[in-house]
């Protein structure tokens, strides 16, 4: 428990013994013929045989059900790997990264990725959670921060709600033409932060999104 609402868990594959993935890629859990949730690898592909993930089970459905069910041991069967919101290293713009609360499993792999890999980080992150229980992986990115120079990390806590994180984003004078935006989260969130880069002079191309809700 990351916290009273927020799991994490590893999987150790089995058959397959490995996964081939990129960061930032899902995998999708069957609950019926219709039925399916995805949840983004928050673990880098370095580690192909243990996976993590880690999810907030405060919407309750079945996919939140099944998380605070899982034990020890209990077989997992899964389709992977999925999705194309993965950082492409060879665009030389500055990334922004923008998360909303447990919209940070993509980016928070992303990230570590890059580190792992030697890759120079320099990267932005806001990061909105409506209180500190909500920034999942918070003291980690202050850590890389701190012995990042490259790497500028704002955590932005508000509980009058996630308009304050596009707010907060309108008023920092961006060099658009020199930055491409990741973000995931909610849709409302997503849009919001389109809107007010869009509105500094980012094209809808620059803004790679993953929308969770
Ligand atoms: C590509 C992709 C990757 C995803 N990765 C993750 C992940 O890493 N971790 C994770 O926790 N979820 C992730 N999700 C969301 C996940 O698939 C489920 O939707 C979520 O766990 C809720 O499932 P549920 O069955 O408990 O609730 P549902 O019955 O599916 O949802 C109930 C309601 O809550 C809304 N909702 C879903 N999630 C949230 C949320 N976090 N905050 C507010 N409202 C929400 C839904 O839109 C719906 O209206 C991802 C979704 C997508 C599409």
Do not use: N
Not at 98 to 113: H, T
């Amino acid at each position: 428990m990351l916290s009273s609402d927020i799991l994490e868990t590893d999987l150790d594959l089995i058959q397959p013994a490995e996964l081939t993935f990129e960061a930032g890629q899902w995998i999708s859990l069957p609950f019926g013929p219709k039925s399916v949730r995805a949840y983004s690898i928050a673990s880098t592909p370095r580690s192909s045989r243990r996976i993590t993930l880690c999810a907030d089970v405060q919407p309750g459905g079945i996919g939140s059900a099944w998380f605070r069910e899982l034990t020890v041991g209990h077989p997992v069967e899964f389709k992977a790997p999925f999705g194309g919101f993965v950082f492409r290293r060879d665009d030389p713009r500055r990334p922004l990264s923008v998360a909303e609360e447990i919209g940070i499993v993509p980016i928070r792999a992303m990230l570590a990725d890059l580190v792992e890999t030697g890759f120079e980080l320099r990267a932005t992150l806001v990061y909105w959670g409506r209180d500190p229980s909500w920034l999942p992986y918070h003291d980690e990115l202050l850590a890389l921060a701190r012995r990042s120079p490259g790497f500028a990390y704002h955590p932005l806590m508000a509980s009058s709600g996630v308009a304050e994180l596009t707010t907060a984003l309108a008023g920092v004078p961006w060099d658009t033409r020199a930055l491409v935006a990741y973000v995931s989260g909610g849709g409302a969130m997503i849009d919001g932060v389109r809107e007010a880069l869009m509105a500094k002079g980012l094209d809808r191309k620059s803004v790679r999104w993953e929308k969770f809700w």
